[in-house]
């Protein structure tokens, strides 16, 4: 049975080439939009009868004829449906940072997933009007990387969290907000007592962009797997070792076997094929704080620009 929805007051925003509507105010997906298109997308406030079981970490997943439930202990519940819903459930006493974080991170990546883009764990900008982005584990600098080159103007596609159309190596912008930690945002100028947190546990606080960011479709040009060393400079991987990073960083590895077990395995196995086929990738090698080196932010520009035109089919110039 389809839980019943409840709340009234609705808002609208774009991500993700989605007008979506919500229950809630988010404000991390810009201002809000008197769009007269039919909603895609809409988040609502609901009861939902079948929770999965927590792990270790207090989070759990179910998922089946189209639809997945996911669910953070202390946060609340999303059901997802279709593509076309988030229900959420909330936790009684949840701050409305952590509830948004939940529902802008893994439900809309579920509903992403069944929507049929691919996902990446992954930040991202464009760079001359085609988007490169950075993989990495946690704590490698994806957002710090991608808030560096916005600065040198360079527009925001993404942070965190990546949609890509396989079939023609289309990624969907997201919103205009970048995750960074206090460090990362003092080497851009900025106060971070003065941006709101992201979650009231987490110090990583939420630079909201009124300016530098994409809103339409974007070519995506190259991925770059962030290491630490110096110089500056990117490397080439064998096929394999781009086939397995693009599998370690998919961003649904974070919901478990289960959710995997969930899906068509040799649609996403040749989904990930294709992927490592027609999107170049490179290691971007650069020292791991501006400390390190101070010309950190033109040196991966330079890299990446020398990059791309080497490959003798691009239309960047270094300015």
Not at 25 to 34: C, K, M, N, S, Y
Not at 116 to 138: D, I, K, P
Request: proline share 8%; aromatic share 6%; glycine share 8%.
């Amino acid at each position: 049975m389809r839980p019943e929805a409840i709340g009234g007051t609705s808002y609208r925003y774009h991500a993700y080439g989605l007008v979506v509507e919500s229950a809630l105010p988010l404000p991390e997906l810009g201002v809000d939009q008197a769009s007269p298109e039919q909603a895609d997308l809409r988040i609502a406030f609901g009861r939902i009868g079948c929770h999965p079981d927590p792990d270790v970490s207090g989070c759990g997943i179910w998922a089946r004829d189209g639809q997945a439930c996911y669910l953070n202990l202390g946060v609340g519940a999303f059901l997802v449906s279709s593509g076309t819903e988030i229900l959420v459930e909330p936790a009684a006493g949840v701050a409305p940072e952590a509830l948004r974080l939940s529902i802008l991170g893994p439900a809309l990546a579920l509903a992403l997933q069944q929507r049929g883009l691919f996902l990446l764990h992954a930040s991202a900008v464009s760079v001359n009007g085609e988007a490169v982005a950075f993989l990495g584990m946690h704590g490698f600098g994806k957002s710090t990387t991608a808030a560096l080159l916005n600065a040198r103007g360079h527009p925001l596609v993404s942070d965190d969290l990546l949609a890509v159309s396989v079939e023609d190596q289309t990624v969907y912008p997201s919103f205009p907000q970048l995750k960074l930690w206090p460090d990362a945002l003092q080497t851009l100028g900025l106060r971070p007592d003065e941006l709101p947190q992201v979650h009231p546990d987490v110090p990583k606080r939420a630079l909201r962009l009124s300016e530098g960011f994409a809103v339409q479709p974007i070519q995506l040009r190259r991925l770059y797997v962030l290491g630490i060393g110096f110089p500056t400079l990117v490397q080439t991987l064998s096929p394999v070792e781009i086939f397995t990073e693009i599998s370690r960083h998919w961003y649904g590895v974070r919901f478990g076997q289960a959710y995997l077990d969930s899906l068509d395995v040799r649609r996403h196995f040749l989904q990930t094929a294709h992927l490592a086929r027609d999107v170049p990738m490179r290691r971007l090698q650069r020292p791991a704080t501006l400390a390190d080196d101070p010309d950190l932010p033109r040196a991966m520009e330079a890299a990446i620009l020398k990059d791309i035109e080497s490959s003798g089919c691009s239309r960047l110039r270094s300015g």
